[in-house]
């Protein structure tokens, strides 16, 4: 039956509040929720890779070690055979881990398990500090005690020559650092 006329505000809200409009659509689920299992798989077929040795790293191979290297990647052989692990290492420190070769990969399989790993691919590079190291790399500073008058009144006679005033309060305290250093703290003596 075809309708006369268009319904009117009130009618519309009316048959509105009566019928149900269609639901509306469901959003889509997040990339993660359908990536998980296949994540999940890949984890359990080819293990942690390289991020679970990083966090273990000084467990394994020590602290002297563990500060001068890191694992940087991990690659599965083929065929079932072992993996390899390549060791981003500093400069000189490369010798020693390669004749430590046998004993890291030793370790390394201890904690992957048996024939997790092959062999190793040694490659020099600079190596991330790790967390506190840093501050434990920063030398001290020599403590600086206050000069007795005598002293101060012979350094600021001292510089007087100087014309500029910036570079007259640069020698000046300069003076002051190095006549105030604690005779222990002097290196090269």
């Known amino acids: 039956m075809p309708r006369r006329s268009l319904p009117s505000l009130a009618d519309a809200r009316r048959i509105l509040a009566e019928r149900r409009t269609r639901p509306p659509r469901k959003v889509a689920p997040t990339i993660g929720?359908?990536?998980?299992?296949?994540?999940?798989?890949?984890d359990a077929r080819f293990g942690q890779g390289a991020g679970?040795?990083?966090?273990?790293w000084r467990e394994i191979v020590g602290e002297t070690l563990a500060k001068r290297s890191e694992p940087a990647k991990l690659v599965k052989g083929r065929a079932g055979s072992g993996a390899v692990l390549e060791i981003r290492v500093e400069g000189p420190m490369a010798t020693l881990v390669q004749h430590q070769s046998a004993d890291i990969l030793?370790?390394?399989?201890?904690?992957?398990?048996?024939?997790?790993?092959a062999r190793l691919r040694i490659v020099q590079g600079p190596v991330a500090p790790?967390?506190?190291?840093?501050?434990?790399?920063t030398p001290r500073r020599a403590r600086v005690r206050p000069l007795d008058a005598a002293a101060e009144a012979e350094l600021t006679q001292s510089v007087q020559g100087a014309?500029?005033?910036?570079?007259?309060?640069?020698?000046?305290?300069?003076?002051?650092?190095?006549?105030?250093?604690?005779?222990?703290?002097?290196?090269?003596?």
């Open 33 to 42: 929720r359908s990536l998980t299992p296949f994540i999940k798989s890949l």
């Open 52 to 56: 679970g040795l990083k966090a273990r």
């Open 106 to 117: 030793a370790r390394v399989n201890l904690f992957l398990g048996e024939g997790a790993v």
């Open 130 to 137: 790790a967390a506190g190291a840093e501050a434990a790399r």
């Open 163 to 189: 014309v500029d005033p910036k570079l007259r309060e640069g020698l000046e305290r300069l003076g002051r650092a190095v006549l105030g250093r604690d005779p222990g703290t002097r290196s090269g003596r």
